[in-house]
């Protein structure tokens, strides 16, 4: 309730806002032009360069959607509210063409050059711009427009498809934490992992020039661009933090004209893509009982009895205390979960002044009350004119970010759910709830315990553009950024609680207890608050030229750049609150509920950039960066890397003897090698340490001590990572823009990959060993985007864009035993990493391998091998491949290992963009789908009774084996896993890849007619959806999730506007 | 000029990191190197804060499907088996016990030989008596770690300072014989107890106790005796498989190392026992409260603070369900095997007809410590933080269905119809980190009963085996045992007694390991008890007793006899064989 509050004041407080400056904006218009008297008409016609007319062109009055279309013949007529207006026509493959016209003037006619508008775009590319035809490197780029209207809370979900070279595992559907995560041209790297978790195997962030890993904080509305640069040539100046790509994320600036202000928002529903469909009571007990028999045949003891599970739902109609039936799923989660979006802008300036700023504010709940992502993005930058020659621009992008969840995890949660026994009480009559192996979802839900993390951050950055007279082309700049980004997080525990219900009395009474939720919560209060604070700080120096002579075209470009950075945190506990106020200061006063920690730290680097790029006759492209960096991480004397890199293009279609293929409007090849660098390690890994640990141990008086040990040995020769990356690529315009073609072969050899080389010792060494650069990994593939827009003389329009990124890698060199280095089939060497190994099932035992007929799969049956404890019918057999002598042993062992399913992320991504518009109507489609990916799916779904009884899905139940049904997709039923059965096998994994509709809108822009009317510039409204439809072979569980207990990936249906004046 | 830019942009990359000591911080003081040496004292196996124990591997417990014991006795250990990642895992036998596997032990090992190598090189910055006893204690945790190597592997590898990589000679090094690694390991213990510069005991309010002793030294070498001494060990053969390189035992039969055995122990009650540093404890329940550490018993502990650092053991035993509130995961189940194991009040076994034990009233008229170890069907069960009193019943009620009702299924709730409370520590609920209760590795009760049992080997029962082992029946108010019994009779008398007394203190494992009845005792079917109404629709008749077999994985396999080393392990270092039988 609280929430729709805040949005309701929100939106009065836009629409408030709104008003005020539109009307104020307006004024002067409104006294000047009042806007239907001055109406006036335009007419003319659109030509070629040979005078032929161009049916189908657009011709649109600037800034408002105002628009018609070119008759057979090229000609138009437009009716203009204003007293004067700016026309752009535009025509598939000729460039776009801006006219002013005013009331008065005589039919004009609008010739227009040939030539693909796409490649006379500027680029941003490292440390400045360029344009797309002259690139040498291999760039692609999404326009922010595309990524305005999908309801993700940021871009990482939104990349994955629509740019080539994007491939992106999701993280899950949690609100604030469900950002995916980003490989360029896939996985070329190990990274380095602490505490399994992995780094440094990501791209770079760099948000308007600056380096800034805040890819969740840029708010969509807000991006006028992303670039992602993934070939040597382009990621060459960023150095050491360049080898796993970079993307490049440009924000929105003012223009010169009259104001625009534009407003947005949209609000939408959320469900989960996939939930699974868990067992009702009494299917439950006979999966038990079924279970019982088999493993006790003729037993006496079931749980649930035949004659008990028969009368059950009769017992329960009678008494539903006593024999409960629940539901969980239903009853805990919610199915659905608004979303919501608002925005706003104003964009304008003068020849001397220009500006920008916005607002906005997203919302996204979570299938629990308490989950949800609230964040507010405010952004300013202008950019003056001191003088002729000198540019000053200021920007920040401001946002301020609550998270909110349940105390606990969700995931917890989601385990306590599925867990949940169907004939256990979830809910008793008289509304009080119950527990089911001390797991108590209500009880979670119902506490008024939370987790919140506020999170601020600005990225503040000021600059000076100074032109130098005296050479002509030549301009040196500054720029100055600060980044504080800090969050503090406070989680409040307060015991959950589940009633316990006493049947010795009549009526039942009840009692309140608390609920450990498998011992991942306490049972007294604790808050927890956490302060964490990180500022960089950004100083760049530019010197830039440019200039042409004759035929020759030069560019360079020089930045020293100095970047440090300051962390720091701290946390304190306390314990056993008296009274529940979630203050810190109002908890217990004895010492031994205080617990607090913090520390903090310093970083810096510095990195010396150069680009010289050198162009003859539009035909010959020549270009070379690199930088010289220096960092922290490294001993002294051993910092600083030069990483250099070079390209070559050649426009095959501006050369004369090419001048006669005429379906070939330009075509272009281009290649490049160089040497990019990544940060592997964590610091300070030179040194010899002895990190020290608070809680070590006590002694005598219980006082605790602290500790201090050698983690890991040290390595004073420790370095970075170096990719070499090779790109050959075509790219090609035909039949007037109506194809486009940009394809890349890419390679590359990670050298230098942080490795453990632990096995080179006895185990019995006792110390890790310290990291080496010694691991090479290679990694290739191939990209390709094919787009084509065409426009029909009814005005249709349909644009079609696909691309299609493959990358595959392979380690070359890891330390391995000679065990399974010398083993073909279990090598890790000479293939890709994460690859899974383990045993080769042959599928299950039927009841005729059971030849005694006494249950069980023994020598007695015939079969020799031995695999993991007993074996039944329905259970798995694995393949004995081999043995320490090289043949098979007759038992299945770490010998038997092989391959068995490819690696978690994919190794395909590809994206089919439709886009299509008639009159004011707009539809567009993207078909996304990932290919090459595996994923296990043993766990509660996939097994009876996988933890402590727990119920299980009908995917199971109805795909289970049983001696009628010996052909079937799982196992028998048991009472508990059995060891056998839960080895790593190829059992259980199954192909990810899908294909789905991500995204598809359909949206209606109002006739300008009418919205002038109005006095708007344009008004469109659209719906949209998110994940609509899915296919693939995983059929019970979202392709993209990341396991049973993470948060359900989503489907989102929304509805929205945007307009502007 | 540009050089000159360059060096001070390299200053710029000058940062200090501060969470760490370095080579000159660390050693050079006493209070920092004793920073090091806490740490060493944290390796100390953390017994009491996770689910998995060594009593879960016997007779004595039917513990869940979840561990690696239940593998374990389904006859399934294999070094080659733990590579991969589903719930199935690997069957690494005790490697999932806390800092008991392969690799971490030896990490602990390492860690004594750098304090020790490192304090001896700085030497010069610590006083003489800090000095000489702080490598005592660093030589005694390392023998510590040892002596589980020893247990469970035999001989192996000794290393007795940190190995360099370079130093390739010493760096690869092969198993030693059974022998040489209980002679490196007692010898250690010796030079300790030679040295005399350790306390034989710490009491409560020293702020040294839970450092090392010369008490705990010499316990901890007198128990690897009476290993060394037990048949699986003391043979020619080795049960497993043929043992050429003498790993599993010592090749040969030699009943003076019984003697060896008690010659130590009684060293130790001679020195220091009765009651003169060490003795029992008065009373046999609290024994293990938090209140009463450090209590004439203890001998080796690892300390736990209550809250801020705790243990969690509360947590997985006793009933599961206490006054209505699901509390614990409910893993010690005690068998019906054990519980026929308490004597009857009058000291006798159940076996013996005149014990007056009646089969279908089979909780009266027990001993002692069946009342306060055990929590059986209508068992009182009050603990301090209980605000009210509960009863546990685990019989089959129709009328009124108890939680704790035996299930024979899967649940946490008990499928031996028993729960245990024994050194349970009753000031706190049931949770994570609570337990400020130390977990104790040797009491002083187990120099009685170790020595009783090498004294009965090694020259029969006489005087001071009965004196010994009647002092621990006679603190639970069991009369002494029958004068006149046989060697064979007194043995079975002391291992029963050792059973009862020590049941749930992890020694069960190595028992029956070391007298060779693995494969007797886990090759059977385990019980739990059935308790039924003949009248069951309104409890009107009788209630019935019936032991019921648990069907749960008994396929002790003769190898399990000692544990092999990872495979793993074995391809890091080709000069390690396997133990016999993998």
Redesign the interface.
């Known amino acids: 309730m609280k929430r729709i509050d805040c949005h309701i004041k929100l939106w009065f407080f836009l629409a408030f806002i709104m008003c005020r400056i539109t009307s104020f904006a307006n004024d002067p218009g409104d006294r000047n032009h009042p806007a239907s008297p001055l109406a006036f008409t335009v007419n003319g016609r659109v030509v070629d360069g040979k005078g032929n007319g161009l049916p189908g062109a657009t011709v649109m009055q600037k800034g408002y959607s105002n628009a018609t279309t070119t008759g057979a013949d090229g000609s138009f007529g437009i009716t203009i509210q204003q007293k004067s207006a700016v026309l752009v026509v535009s025509y598939v493959g000729f460039q776009v063409k801006e006219i002013s016209v005013r009331a008065g003037t005589p039919d004009i006619t609008i010739e227009l050059t040939p030539g693909a508008n796409s490649l006379e775009d500027i680029i941003v590319v490292g440390y400045g711009t360029q344009r797309k035809v002259l690139s040498t490197a291999a760039v692609s780029r999404v326009k922010g427009d595309q990524l305005v209207a999908v309801p993700d809370a940021n871009i990482s979900n939104s990349l994955a498809g629509r740019a080539t070279g994007i491939i992106t595992r999701s993280t899950g559907g949690r609100p604030g934490s469900d950002n995916s995560t980003l490989y360029v041209r896939g996985v070329a790297t190990m990274g380095t992992t602490v505490n399994n978790v992995t780094y440094n195997t990501t791209p770079l962030i760099v948000v308007d020039g600056v380096i800034r890993n805040n890819i969740n904080e840029v708010d969509p509305n807000n991006i006028e661009s992303v670039t992602v640069l993934k070939d040597a040539a382009a990621v060459a100046p960023y150095g050491l933090g360049g080898a796993n790509g970079v993307i490049l994320i440009t924000t929105k600036r003012g223009n010169s004209g009259a104001p625009t202000l534009s407003f947005g928002g949209y609000r939408g529903d959320q469900q989960p893509t996939y939930l699974p469909k868990m067992l009702s009571a009494v299917d439950y007990m006979k999966l038990?009982l079924e279970a019982?028999l088999t493993?006790?045949p003729g037993?006496t003891?079931?749980?649930y009895s035949q004659p008990y599970i028969d009368s059950y739902v009769q017992n329960h109609a009678k008494n539903p205390d006593l024999y409960p039936i629940s539901d969980a799923l239903n009853d805990v989660v919610k199915k659905h979960s608004p979303i919501y979006q608002s925005n706003f802008q104003v964009r304008g300036g003068s020849q001397n002044v220009k500006y920008y700023a916005g607002l906005g504010y997203f919302n996204q709940s979570g299938m629990f009350d308490k989950s949800g992502y609230e964040r507010y993005n405010y952004n300013v930058n202008m950019d003056v004119n001191i003088t002729p020659t000198t540019l000053a621009s200021f920007s920040l992008n401001g946002s301020v970010q609550k998270t909110s969840d349940v105390d606990g995890s969700t995931g917890q949660l989601f385990r306590g759910v599925y867990k949940f026994i169907p004939v256990a009480p979830l809910k008793f009559t008289n509304g009080l709830w119950g527990?089911s192996?001390?797991n108590a979802p209500l009880g979670v839900t119902h506490s008024d315990g939370y987790f919140h993390q506020y999170t601020n951050n600005w990225l503040s950055t000021i600059a000076l553009e100074q032109k130098l007279p005296f050479i002509k082309g030549l301009s040196v700049k500054g720029a100055f950024s600060y980044d504080p980004y800090n969050y503090v997080q406070k989680q409040w525990h307060v015991p959950f609680i589940y009633w316990?219900?006493?049947?010795?009395t009549t009526p039942y009474t009840y009692?309140p207890?608390?609920?450990?939720q498998e011992?991942s919560a306490?049972?007294?209060t604790w808050l927890n608050e956490q302060y964490w604070q990180n500022n960089t700080i950004t100083w760049q120096g530019y010197i830039n030229y440019h200039n042409t002579f004759g035929k020759h075209d030069i560019t360079g470009l020089a930045v020293a750049e100095?970047r440090?950075n300051k962390q720091m945190d701290f946390r304190s506990r306390v314990?056993n609150f008296a009274v529940n106020i979630d203050e810190l200061s109002l908890g217990s006063s004895n010492r031994?509920?205080f617990?607090l920690g913090g520390?903090?730290?310093?970083?810096?680097?510095?990195g010396y950039v150069y680009r010289a790029s050198y162009a003859y006759d539009k035909r010959f492209l020549a270009e070379a960066s690199g930088r010289y960096d220096?960092?922290?991480y490294f001993a002294?004397g051993k910092?600083?890397v030069y990483l250099p890199a070079f390209s070559l293009g050649w426009i095959i279609s501006n050369e004369k003897f090419f001048k006669s293929v005429n379906f070939v409007d330009y075509l272009k090849v281009r290649g490049s090698w160089g040497e990019s660098g990544n940060l592997t390690s964590t610091?300070?890994q030179y040194?010899?340490?002895?990190?020290?640990?608070g809680?070590?141990?006590?002694?005598?008086?219980?006082a605790?001590?602290?500790?201090?040990?050698?983690q890991i040995e040290n390595n004073p020769n420790i370095t970075w990572e170096i990719s070499k990356k090779t790109d050959v690529a075509v790219e090609a315009n035909l039949w007037k823009g109506l194809l486009r073609v940009e394809a890349d072969y890419f390679r590359e050899r990670r050298t230098g990959m942080l490795l453990s080389p632990?096995?080179?010792?006895?185990?019995?060494?006792?110390?890790q060993?310290a990291q080496q650069n010694a691991g090479i990994m290679d990694n290739h593939g191939i990209e390709l985007s094919i787009g084509t827009t065409r426009r029909f003389n009814n005005g249709l329009q349909v644009a079609i864009d696909g691309n299609f990124t493959y990358a595959n890698n392979k380690l070359i060199q890891v330390y391995e035993?000679?065990?399974t280095r010398n083993n073909p089939r279990r090598s890790r060497t000479g293939r890709a990493y994460n690859t899974v190994?383990?045993?080769h099932a042959l599928g299950l035992f039927t009841t005729a391998d059971d030849k005694t007929g006494d249950g069980f799969i023994t020598a007695a049956d015939g079969y020799n091998v031995t695999q993991?404890?007993?074996l039944r019918p329905g259970d798995i057999k694995y393949a004995d491949i081999s043995g320490p002598a090289g043949v098979p042993d007759g038992k299945?062992?770490?010998?038997d290992?092989t391959v068995i399913a490819r690696p978690q992320i994919p190794a395909i991504i590809y994206g089919i963009n439709v886009s299509t518009s008639w009159k004011g109507f707009d539809l567009s489609a993207l078909f996304q789908g990932s290919g090459m990916s595996s994923f296990?799916v043993?766990g509660f779904m996939t097994v009876a009774?996988?933890n402590?009884?727990s119920n299980s899905s009908y995917e199971y139940y109805n795909n289970r084996w049983t001696p009628d049904h010996q052909n079937s997709k799982y196992p028998r039923a048991y009472?508990?896993?059995?060891?056998?059965?839960?080895?790593?096998?190829d059992f259980?994994y199954v192909s990810s890849s899908y294909l789905r509709l991500k995204n598809a809108s359909l949206g209606y822009t109002i006739p300008s007619r009418i919205s002038s009317r109005l006095r708007m510039k344009n008004f469109r409204l659209y719906v949209s959806g998110q994940n609509l439809f899915t296919f693939g072979k995983l059929k019970f569980t979202d392709p993209e999730t990341t396991g049973e207990q993470g948060y359900p990936v989503q489907k989102i249906l929304l509805a929205g506007f945007t307009t502007s004046f | 000029m540009g050089a000159l830019g360059?060096f001070s942009?390299?200053k710029?990359?000058?940062?200090?990191?501060?969470?760490?000591?370095?080579?000159n911080t660390?050693w050079v003081s006493e209070s920092n190197a004793?920073?090091?040496l806490?740490?060493v004292?944290?390796q100390l196996p953390d017994i009491y804060s996770q689910p998995e124990n060594f009593d879960n591997f016997t007779d004595d417990n039917d513990a869940?499907?979840y561990y690696n014991s239940?593998?374990y006795k389904?006859?399934?250990l294999?070094?080659?088996?733990?590579?991969?990642?589903?719930?199935?895992?690997g069957?690494t036998g005790i490697g999932t016990i806390s800092r008991c596997n392969?690799?971490a032990i030896?990490?602990?090992?390492?860690?004594c030989?750098?304090f020790i190598q490192q304090a001896t090189a700085h030497k010069s910055n610590y006083s003489s008596a800090w000095f000489n006893k702080r490598i005592d204690e660093a030589r005694f945790n390392r023998a510590f770690h040892y002596s589980i190597l020893f247990l469970y592997w035999g001989g192996v590898?000794l290393?007795s300072t940190?190995?360099t990589?370079t130093d390739t000679v010493s760096?690869?090094?092969k198993r030693s014989t059974y022998a040489e690694t209980l002679n490196f390991i007692t010898a250690t213990l010796d030079t300790i107890l030679n040295n005399n510069y350790l306390a034989v005991k710490?009491s409560k309010?020293?702020?040294?106790?839970?450092?090392a002793t010369l008490g705990a030294a010499l316990m901890l070498k007198a128990y690897l005796q009476l290993v060394a001494a037990s048949p699986t060990f003391n043979s020619s053969t080795y049960p497993g498989g043929p043992d050429p390189n003498h790993i599993a035992g010592f090749g040969s039969a030699d009943v003076t190392r019984w003697a060896t055995a008690a010659a130590s122990f009684k060293k130790f009650m001679d020195d220091w026992g009765g009651g003169q540093t060490y003795g029992l404890f008065s009373e046999d329940s609290t024994f293990w409260y938090e209140d009463y550490k450090y209590n004439q018993e203890v001998i080796w502990d690892r300390?736990y603070?209550?809250?801020?650092?705790g243990s969690?053991y509360e947590?997985y035993g006793g009933p599961v369900y206490v006054?209505?509130?699901?509390?614990t995961?409910g893993n010690y189940n005690p068998t019906q095997e054990l519980v026929d194991q308490f004597f009857m009040a009058n000291g006798k076994p159940l076996t013996d007809p005149s014990s007056g034990y009646d089969p279908q009233h089979p909780y009266v008229g027990r001993e002692r410590r069946f009342y306060k170890w055990i929590v059986y069907d209508g068992a009182p069960y009050k603990m301090d933080w209980m605000p009210a009193q509960d009863t546990i019943y685990t019989r089959i009620d129709q009328v009124?269905?108890s939680p704790n009702q035996i299930?024979?299924?899967?649940?946490?709730v008990s499928n031996t119809a028993y729960y245990f409370k024994k050194k349970l520590n009753p000031k706190y609920?049931p949770?994570?980190g609570l337990s400020?209760a130390n977990y104790v590795f040797f009491r002083y009760a187990e120099v009685l009963l170790g020595y009783a049992e090498a004294q009965n080997e090694a020259v029969g029962p006489d005087a001071s085996v009965y004196n010994a082992i009647n002092a621990i029946r006679n603190r639970v108010s069991l009369p002494d045992l029958p004068a006149g019994l046989t060697q064979s009779q007194m043995r079975d008398a002391i291992h029963q007694e050792r059973r009862v007394e020590l049941c749930f203190e992890n020694k069960r494992f190595v028992d029956i390991l070391r007298w060779k009845i693995a494969d007797q005792v886990l090759t059977v079917d385990l019980h739990g008890m059935?308790i039924v109404n003949t009248v069951p629709g309104d409890n009107s008749g009788v209630w019935t007793y019936t032991p019921?077999a648990l069907?749960h994985?008994h396929?002790f396999k003769m190898k399990q006899y000692l544990h092999p080393i990872?495979?793993?392990?074995l391809?890091?270092?080709p000069k390690?064989v396997q133990t016999p039988g993998y």
Not at chain 1, 687 to 693: A, E, H, I, K, V
Not at chain 2, 407 to 412: E, I, P, V, Y
Request: glycine fraction near 12%; include cysteine; charged fraction near 15%.
């Open positions: 038990k019982y493993e006790n037993g003891n079931p749980t527990e192996s001390g316990s219900q006493n049947t010795t009692t207890a608390f609920s450990t011992s306490t049972t007294y100095l440090n314990n031994n509920d617990d520390g903090s730290g310093t970083g810096s680097q510095v220096g960092h922290y002294p910092r600083w610091g300070f040194l010899n340490s002895y990190p020290l640990r809680n070590a141990y006590s002694f005598g008086d219980g605790l001590v602290q500790g201090s040990y050698v632990n096995i080179v010792v006895p185990q019995e060494y006792g110390l060993l035993t000679p065990v190994f383990g045993y993991f404890g007993t299945i062992d770490s010998y290992e296990n043993y009774g996988f402590n009884n009472s508990a896993p059995t060891n056998n059965n839960g080895q790593g096998s259980w | 360059l942009c390299d710029s990359l000058n940062n200090q990191q501060k969470t760490s000591l370095d080579d660390q004793d920073i090091f806490n740490d004292y944290d869940g499907f239940w593998k389904d006859g399934n294999d070094p080659a088996s733990n590579n991969y990642t589903l719930f199935g895992g069957a392969w690799p030896y990490t602990s090992i390492r860690k030989n750098t590898p290393i940190p190995q990589r760096l690869f090094l710490y309010g020293n702020p040294d106790a839970g450092r300390q603070v209550s809250n801020v650092k969690n947590q006054l209505g509130n699901y509390l995961w009124r269905p299930d024979f299924a899967s649940t946490d609920r949770a994570t400020g059935k019921v069907n994985p396929g990872p495979q793993d392990a391809a890091q270092n390690l």
